[in-house]
């Protein structure tokens, strides 16, 4: 079920009336949670159903395990750690694995192993990175002992499949996140209205900015021929840049605000990121959920920079071509990751963002730089094939080609918007105004007001959020 | 003010905001009817008795409604599809429409060259309305009649609409529920799409093996007791002679192995019929070419079984 379909609205006003008369009951509400959830999901494709509550299954009573037999702890996190692993390995992985070792041995079409799988393995289950994550966070919290396990299947199951962010994250801990489903928090009016708010601007983010210069991207990619301009494909990169930072942020914010009347909290899941002025600060406010679970549970676990230099850049580059292959069973996302990694080590060897802080054109210069580095980047996340990317690559540096950035009147008037709304919160204008005043209250009535008009009016053709897939 | 009724206020002055803009603003209503009108035949119940198959020369030029009077108490869907081929996915998904209790059922095939070519292997608008997500396709099916009052827009459609420059041409297109388009083109220009079909032709041949798919599958509706006809929807002479040269369409061969394989092949004389583009079927013409279909399957079902 998409957010931003009416059905979804007719889901999400069933629930919260229904959340609503329920009041303070916990039971009756983490079941009434977990029952819409699983039809939430179930929604897409009921099949797969299964894959939840098995993963879920298995890693409730792993947890389960590790408290009743203390000396056999390991043994239950590594069969949770196969079980998800596995699970992903099957339904994401199978088809890239097969695709390569096919290509490696030239297998021929009777003994491809691709050819082999059977056609339920090849279909990636939405959201599958984003609660297979959540699930093994809880059995390695359990496993570190900073999270108790839970005795009730219900609650550890509302916590699994939470509607809210199931299919595209954020990526929920289980100790922040278990001990919040066990108390209904009173909605203070405030709350209600930061929800609303939230809401109002993920829709906003999705529906209008990168429904809208979707087509522009997918005609710029899907053209049989690259187009020789260098421009053009540095608009493309702009608009796809936008297009999925307000494809995945709209997506976090709705998210955030609909916890928001529930009575839970989650962390921010975005922080302007195309402010930073470095790559590492990039991380710091690019789908922090992901790169706060991969810093926790992979780059640490594997000594973090706490063996020496050479050892920290290994963890590091690990650590990206894993974030990397986690989007996506394609060359083309590992890619993505290793060039993540090769300036976030140019970094660590140069320090050149400590030195460029040193004056504020300098400053400017290595926020130019960082953009170059992202954009660049993000050619590979985007394109079909790494013979595609590079061709584009080679294009953008180029510097030749006619003078166009392939934006269009829509593209221009969508892109400025947006670049307006990044620079204004980058500036930090709206923390200056006291929004509880009278006369700034309404101006932020009428704005959020105008906002779900242009919702309205302005909205894209809808389609799926980019991260599902993932 | 209390913030708790902040969400009530923002949500009246946006209600009004968008009522009064819908007034103003431009509304694109064949587009919400069109997704709608492919929901509907995409999705359409198993109650049919008689099922058209074929592309857009199908689908904008047999009524099912012309054909239900000439053959009563028959139910009759037009299957076809812009570029939609005749393959084994659509084969099935036209055999489903069928009525599981009907006595009497029946296949029209409109065998186009461009439906025999690995081009239309693709079924592209047909898997891409079987495809949509089951929350599109509600909307599209109930709602979209409501939703056209609140049109979307672009800043270049909004320009060009308050601009109100008039198109060149005009396309005229009226959705049925039965799956007919009702469709023109002002003005009529018969050349209009050779171009299109050149291009076609140049990358695209009438495949064999799609060919022998079909005759295979008529067997398979035969002994299921399915009765089989085909025809080559007409078209002008210049667009006939380019997919017979072109395209390697051999009507002769191809109608022949039709019969053999147990089908009934009707003969048309396209020069009898009329076209707004070259290809398409102009109204009096769509409305002969159901008449001619509908008596021809109605002699076809009175003769004795083979």
Redesign the interface.
Known sequence: ??FN????VAFAILFFSVAKLIGNRVKVRLTWLTAMSLLFYG??DWRFLFLIIFSGGVDFLAAMGMTRWEKRRKLFLVLSLIANLGALSIFKYSGFIAHNIDAFLKLPDQLSLYKHIPEFFLITPVGISFYTFHSMSYTIDVYKRKCEPTKNVIHFFAFISMFTQLVAGPILRAKDMLPQLLKINPIS??E??NG?RYIVRGYFKKMVIAD?LAPIVVAAFSSPDIKQSSLYWWGIMIAFALQIYCDFAGYSDIARGLAKWLGYDFNDNFNHPYISTSLKEFWTRWHISLSSWFRDYLYIPLGGNRKGKLRSDMNMWITMLLSGLWHGAAWTFICWGAIHAFFLNLERITKWPERFKKSKILVIAGWGFVTIQVLVAWVFFRSENIGQAWNIVKTMFSFTGSFELGW???GT?FIVVMMVREIVEAIGVKEKIDWTS?KW?WIE??L???L??TI???????S?FIYFQF | ????F??V???I??SV??AT?SLF?PKDKEKYLRDQFWVKKTFAPSVYDVVLMGDSRIERGVSPEIMEKILPGMNVLNFGYSNGGLNPTMYEAAEKKLSKTGKKKVIILGVTANCITPYTLKNEQFLQVKKL????V??RMY?NRILYQ???????GL?NYFKNEKPATVSINEYYDNGYVKSGRIPIDTMYAIPSYIDDYTNYKVDEQIIADMVSQIKQWNEKGIVVVGFRPPVTVPMKTLEDTMGFYNEAAISARFNEAGGHWIHLNSTEYKTYDGSHLDLASAMKLSEVLAHQVSGILAQPEK
Do not use: C, H, Q
Request: aromatic fraction near 16%; glycine fraction near 6%; charged fraction near 20%.
């Open positions: 079920m998409l379909s009416l059905i979804f929604w897409w009016k405030e209600r209205w609303f809208n269009g009147l829509n008037v009278g209250m009535i009428i959020y007001a105008l779900i008009t309205v009016f302005f909205r894209g053709n809808g799926e | 003010m209390k913030k708790n902040n969400i206020i923002t949500l002055i946006a905001l968008i803009l603003m997500p089951r929350e599109d509600i909307e709602l609140f049109s979307a827009t672009t800043p270049e320009w």
